[in-house]
């Protein structure tokens, strides 16, 4: 099944990639459409967190249809993005890419140890870390392990031809993530699902669910600023970059209650992120406890 899913992915990725942006945008919210009204899981769960993201939407069947389906399109959106990157130029996407909070990154860096950019899932990340590298820092992020292995290498190789190190959730990337930061670089994270299994139980939302406490023990050792940063994607298919004020995790000589308490203020800015732009946070896992 993995060699199969790596083969059509190669085929599909290969055509998406010749293709004008306009036309593979089309053929993306084409295939949208099959896996929105087919996927036996992705769509209940993807709609489960965003009744718990927006509790209005629970007693709004409509208004949850149509933003679970707003929400697929973006997705698939960022996919055909993604898969236009081989053959990219950073200077034509460049004009595409608007930032706000600029003044925040501009506090971060300025400190002199690295900034620590702290997302979740949402927009197509891959852009604009690929012009943050070429204009402003190089650029690192976090990435599971997907498989089969040839797909992960080329997610791992593409983005790398932008300037865009991609490290894994483990020992050996958290080692190099110590090293980036302490060469002034950039490493994005994203802390609204936990991937490793290994998370803190906190509120999101108001529910309780396992969060990834690493960047802040990162922040705390090294003393780096934590970034709460989002992408989403404009109604011309640009992209906006918007940063929050700065997160400081703080010493108290208690290191689990002040990781607990510099997440929880990550947290808060995330939260607002994802209530502005549900339509384009596109998390069909399971992460509180009760979903599909």
Not at 48 to 65: G, Q, T, W
């Amino acid at each position: 099944m993995g060699e199969w899913t790596w083969r059509a992915f190669k085929i599909v990725q290969s055509l998406v990639e010749r293709l004008p942006r306009p036309w593979a945008y089309a053929l993306a919210v084409a295939a949208a459409k099959i896996a929105w009204w087919f996927s036996p899981l992705a769509r209940p769960r993807l709609e489960y967190n965003l009744k718990v993201a927006c509790p209005e939407l629970e007693n709004d069947p409509a208004a949850l249809r149509k933003l679970s389906w707003l929400n697929f399109r973006n997705h698939a959106k960022a996919y055909a993005d993604l898969m236009q990157l081989p053959s990219a130029h950073v200077e034509s996407m460049r004009r595409l890419l608007k930032i706000k909070g600029l003044e925040h990154l501009e506090e971060a860096r300025a400190l002199g140890k690295g900034v620590l950019a702290v997302s979740c899932h949402m927009g197509s990340y891959e852009v604009v870390s690929a012009i943050w590298s070429a204009t402003l820092a190089p650029v690192s992020f976090f990435a599971e392990e997907l498989e089969p292995r040839a797909l992960y290498e080329w997610y791992r190789d593409t983005r790398a031809r932008l300037g865009i190190s991609v490290l894994t959730l483990d020992h050996g990337g958290i080692r190099r993530v110590l090293e980036a930061l302490r060469e002034q670089e950039m490493v994005i994270t994203a802390i609204d699902r936990d991937i490793t299994g290994t998370g803190h139980v906190m509120p999101f939302f108001g529910k309780p669910t396992p969060i990834p406490l690493g960047p802040a023990a990162i922040a705390l050792r090294l003393g780096t600023p934590l970034f709460p940063v989002c992408v989403y994607r404009l109604p011309d298919d640009t992209y906006m970059a918007e940063g929050a004020p700065l997160v400081y995790a703080k010493s108290t000589g208690d290191t689990r209650a002040d990781q607990v308490r510099a997440t929880e203020e990550l947290l808060r800015n995330i939260e607002r992120f994802i209530q502005q732009h549900p339509e384009q946070w596109h998390v069909p896992h399971r992460i509180w406890a009760g979903s599909p």
